[in-house]
């Protein structure tokens, strides 16, 4: 499935027009806050081309979300595989959004309609959403979005250095608890 339509916001493949907007938010230090240093503009372009090379793939990955009513690039959102590296397996929810799209509630309707796409397409049983201890903004989110928190799969991010960015929390949802 290429694109995701909620009340808002449209969730589609990413286009060459994307790259710009799509670099400004990742050299934004508050949008990376959690994340780790800000991105070059040859490391955000790297990443769509992932993004998309992952769509070709497995069918699935991260959309770019567009704002339906003006057509502005907000962020991403969508589903990655669990890293290799991490103490468990799955399918993992995720989003990042510019700054000036907080606040609105776009990061929980994109999630939403994911969180569909993942249950009802994919026949998902689970899906989870990871996130460092200290992003709040997020695991409200999380939480917003029927997510409990799954404290036996917490964990220290193997590839973050000390610091705040690598004690990780783990929340989760089952297609079962879906209307």
Do not use: C
Request: charged share 30%.
């Amino acid at each position: 499935m290429n694109a995701l339509r909620t009340d808002r916001l449209l969730l589609r493949r990413w286009r060459e027009s994307d790259l710009e907007p799509w670099a400004a938010i990742n050299a934004d230090p508050e949008v990376r806050e959690h994340l780790g240093p800000v991105l070059s503009r040859a490391e955000s372009d790297a990443s769509v081309r992932r993004f998309e090379a992952d769509f070709e793939r497995r069918g699935y990955g991260w959309w770019a979300v567009e704002v339906q009513a003006t057509g502005e690039l907000i962020g991403f959102a969508g589903l990655d595989d669990v890293e290799d590296e991490l103490p468990f397996g799955g399918v993992e929810i995720g989003w990042r959004l510019a700054r000036s799209a907080w606040g609105k509630g776009y990061a929980s309707e994109a999630a939403r309609a994911v969180l569909t796409f993942g249950f009802d397409v994919l026949r998902l049983s689970e899906i989870l959403a990871l996130t460092t201890a200290t992003n709040l903004r997020s695991q409200a989110v999380m939480q917003r979005i029927g997510m409990t928190r799954d404290p036996a799969r917490d964990f220290d991010d193997p590839s973050a250095p000390e610091g705040p960015l690598r004690p990780n929390v783990t929340y989760r949802i089952e297609r079962s608890t879906q209307g």
